[in-house]
Nanobody, 115 residues
């Protein structure tokens, strides 16, 4: 069973930075896509950033230029660098990974942006 384990996040200040990490429990899998979703209070889950094929990145319009998604040297890891944070970035962030055997989710990490 593949598990995605998230770390990072927490409390950040407006204009500040936070970093999220996600690692799969099985090292041998080369996922087709890895990405990050978020769900804010009273909102639906939305795609924040996704990497396809390890190089093609797509972002939610509201985070373009502020967030950066990257894969680690170990292909089963993905990171989300969040800069210039805004209060509206407050949400629970979820790691997501997909390959031919299915789709997997991390446990969720709270990110709160507040002064």
């Amino acid at each position: 069973q593949v598990q995605l384990v998230q770390s990072g996040g927490g409390l950040g200040q407006p204009g500040g930075s936070l970093r999220l990490s996600c690692a799969a429990s099985v090292r041998e899998i080369n996922f087709d896509t890895m990405g990050w979703y978020r769900q804010g209070p009273g909102k639906q889950r939305e795609l924040v950033a996704v990497l396809s094929g390890g190089t093609s990145a797509n972002y939610l319009d509201s985070v373009k230029g502020r967030f950066t998604i990257s894969r680690g040297n170990a292909k089963n890891t993905v990171f989300l660098q969040m800069d210039s944070l805004k209060p509206e970035d407050t949400a629970v962030y979820y790691c997501n990974a997909q390959y031919y055997r299915g789709e997997f989710w991390g446990q969720g990490t709270q990110v709160t942006v507040s002064s």
